[in-house]
């Protein structure tokens, strides 16, 4: 039994009983000092925890953490229940903000944080290129903006702007003007002055809409003040001002007063009595000190706050060319500016159909290319062109010698493309071959690195859909995903050669052999991601528009093609780019901006990497970011905004276009082509390729010259009906017409000869 000796008697509370002084009395501690010897170990700032190691019993990992208790303490108890959360809250923010900003000011700069989060820089050039970029596009006469540079950029001075009209002289010269700023983020006017119409049609002559007036310009800056959707404004009250300014309203104006603001149409006319108050400079006695040269890890940093591509090098110096030289329209000498070509593209991959057909049917219903002259008439304006391009098979395949005499001998048979080749729209209407090789090898900024890419070719946001090189099972011959050495081909019997996919799914059903979306189902990816490329491609090498083919025109394109800045449009509620409308200039160098770039980053033309291309690089306001109601006025609808104030008509579902809901389905027929958003310039129907305009009518319904192609049509729509015994009567038709069939019936009927387009113009053959 263990003696007395060798333990201290144990109090009921676990501490050791208190010793005795030698006069045998009783000793007594403090409650007080009791307690905080007691918890003297829990009041400090850590506590040791233990966290046992898998494998490793006898050796725990021991990590200091916070102490819950020392926190509550010097929070809640101190502050109170309400205040002290909030307190602790903040310093924790504060703490984290603290870090950051000494991580980004003091890091390593492949170290540094990114701002938006999961998402790294995608910059390869310096401040100096981008810097040259700015001025080459300004200098160009594609900034004619009034927007800021950012600062970012560090201009030191405003450069001259060609495009843009100059301040006129005040009365007084201001004594006290305020210095230049360090960076400078706007340009100085130097080009010709602009005086902004009233396009109306006069009396009596008010059915239809004037044509715009030709050289017209669309002030892009006073459409981004009524329809910018980051401001609050509505697509409803964008597409009244868009067709109030343009004289749409023919004959059916409610407004009353002045409209002044609501004017964004001009035409460029030479100076007089305006120059610039800004171009010489006036002495300032005590100008602002120069600015800090700026500074990263101790030396001097040109490209301090750029954040770079993560293990990316700098690139060399941008090659640019000799900036363009901005030239008004009336004082060009002929109508067509040879460095601004009006081209419009699309691209089509497989078997033409009604979708591209109903494209080419809405341009020539719209669109100023002199139809209504006749031969040997001349039409005094300079009429755009419309380039189809077909890729004739998959995506991945490889085109042979004959693919374009194959082409066409396609389009003749095809009933939706034969009606384009008549010689009355050989002059606007132009089918192209697309090969991805030529095309690739055309842009100089890629034709030496590109085929290092080959494996990765299609690349879309980053998802990238392996094509393999060869394919052993296969019956065909070889096949490339990159369409290599295309024109040494000539073992193949049709105008491309597909891969095989060698397993127990047909070939025709595999991704890789998709010649168009058939289905829902069955999308053709690799071709949409092929045309995220091909539309920056064609645009840089050829200049023009780009379309997709789900488009349709609404109205003349004058007053854009006026406008010589770069523009796209902008994702629904998203601050990014949806490219399915791309206005690009020839050999721009903002195009061989976005070449370099996209090569450094897998060739990735996806419109959300082309968005964080031009926003790493601080260069969105050279690629403006027009507002979807211009092109696709339902998009904001079908994600459930401006609900409330919605425009006509109203889509809840992109599929409404096709299929009009019951409760607004007499909208279409009653009325018709002018009903259908008016004042936008087009329309994007968001893919449905497999279902069609029209289903009661679903052929090319143009009249007599083209009934051949009609009755193969026909019949391949109507099996059971012989096309010569096939009786048209209105109690077989739907009764309740949708807007895509209300459309493609009135497109057709210009055609037939049994209206007028839109403008009033009478089709001559």
């Known amino acids: 039994m263990a003696s007395s000796n060798y333990f201290a008697p144990q109090r009921g509370n676990g501490f050791p009983d208190k010793s005795r002084l030698t006069n045998a009395l009783p000793t007594y501690s403090s409650a007080v000092s009791e307690k905080m010897h007691r918890h003297s170990r829990s009041m400090s700032w850590t506590v040791l925890v233990s966290v046992p190691i898998p494998g490793i019993r006898s050796r725990p990992l021991r990590l200091f953490m916070p102490n819950p208790s020392r926190v509550h303490q010097i929070s809640v108890l101190r502050f109170g229940r309400r205040r002290g959360p909030i307190l602790l809250c903040l310093v924790l923010i504060a703490s984290i903000v603290t870090v950051c900003s000494f991580a980004r000011r003091f890091g390593a700069e492949e170290k540094q944080w990114t701002t938006n989060f999961g998402e790294s820089s995608t ?84 059915a239809y809409p004037p044509r715009p007036v030709p050289g017209s310009v669309a002030d892009l800056d006073v459409i981004m003040d009524h329809c910018d959707f980051s401001q609050g404004k509505y697509v409803r009250d964008c597409l009244e001002v868009l067709r109030i300014g343009a004289g749409l309203d023919n004959g059916k104006r409610l407004r009353r007063g002045e409209m002044d603001e609501w004017k964004y149409i001009y035409m460029e006319q030479e100076k007089e009595n305006f120059t610039d108050p800004f171009t010489d400079p006036i002495p300032i006695a005590n100008p602002i000190a120069p600015p800090r040269p700026l500074v990263s890890g101790g030396e001097t940093d040109p490209n301090a706050g750029l954040r770079k591509k993560v293990g990316a090098d700098w690139e060399t110096q941008l090659p640019l060319r000799a900036p363009l030289q901005h030239t008004p329209y009336s004082s060009l000498p002929a109508p067509c500016d040879p460095e601004n070509p009006r081209l419009f593209h699309m691209f089509w991959t497989g078997p033409f159909t009604d979708k591209p057909y109903l494209a080419l049917l809405s341009f020539l219903f719209t669109q100023n290319v002199g139809l209504h002259l006749k031969d040997g008439d001349t039409l005094n304006v300079c009429r755009p062109e419309f380039w189809m391009w077909i890729n004739p098979g ?147 090498r050829f200049g023009g528009i780009y379309l997709d083919a789900d488009t349709i025109f609404l109205r003349d394109w004058e007053e854009l093609w006026g406008w010589k800045g770069a523009f796209a449009y902008r994702w629904s509620r998203l601050e990014k780019y949806n490219t399915a409308v791309l206005r690009m200039n020839k050999n721009s160098a903002l195009g061989s901006f976005l070449f370099r770039t996209a090569l450094k980053n897998g060739l990735d033309f996806h419109p959300m990497t082309v968005s964080r291309y031009t926003k790493d690089a601080y260069l969105e306001g050279l690629l403006l970011r027009l507002p979807d109601a211009m092109f696709d006025s339902a998009w904001l609808n079908t994600e459930y905004y401006q609900r409330e104030r919605p425009p006509q008509p109203y889509f809840q579902e992109f599929s409404d276009f096709f299929d009009t809901p ?69 109690a077989d038709d739907k009764r309740d017409l949708d807007w895509a069939t209300v459309l493609k019936r009135t497109f057709e009927s210009y055609i037939r000869g049994e209206r007028p387009n839109m403008y009033g113009e009478w089709l001559q053959w």
């Open 662 to 730: 019951a409760q607004a389905s007499a909208a279409p027929q009653a009325l018709g082509f002018e009903g259908f958003f008016q004042g936008a310039f087009s329309y994007h129907f968001h893919n449905f390729w497999w279902k069609p305009f029209d289903p009661s009518r679903n052929w090319p319904d143009l009249g007599p010259r083209f009934s051949a192609g009609e009755r193969a049509a026909r019949a391949a729509a109507e099996p059971d009906i012989d096309p010569e015994d096939a009786t048209d009567r209105v």
């Open 394 to 540: 998959p995506a991945a395949s490889v085109p042979n010698p004959s693919a374009l005499s194959d082409m066409y001998e396609g389009l003749k048979t095809n009933p939706w493309a034969a009606p384009f080749l008549h010689h009355r729209f050989k002059d606007v209407i132009k089918f192209k071959l697309w090969n991805t090789t030529d095309q690739l090898d055309g842009i100089p900024e890629l034709k030496d690195e590109w085929r290092e890419l080959k494996e990765t070719l299609f690349n879309s946001g980053g998802h990238i859909v392996s094509v393999p090189a060869e394919k052993p099972q296969s019956k065909s011959a070889e096949a490339t995903s990159t369409i290599e050495d295309s024109t040494n081909s000539t073992d193949a019997d049709t105008s491309a050669k597909p891969l095989s996919t060698g397993d127990n799914k047909s070939d025709e059903d595999d991704m890789l052999n998709r010649t168009g979306s058939k289905s829902s189902s069955s999308y053709d990816r690799l071709s949409v991601i092929l045309s995220d490329m091909a539309r920056f491609v064609l645009c840089h």
């Open 123 to 206: 910059l390869v050039f310096g401040r100096d290129d981008l810097q040259r970029i700015w001025k080459w596009e300004i200098d160009s006469g594609h900034y004619p903006s009034n927007a800021k540079i950012p600062e970012q950029v560090g201009l030191s001075a405003p450069p001259l702007n060609p495009a843009l009209p100059p301040r006129k002289v005040p009365t007084i010269p201001s004594r006290f003007r305020p210095p230049p700023g360090p960076v400078a983020t706007t340009t100085r006017g130097d080009g010709p002055r602009r005086v902004y119409l009233d396009v109306q049609s006069q009396p009596p002559n008010i």
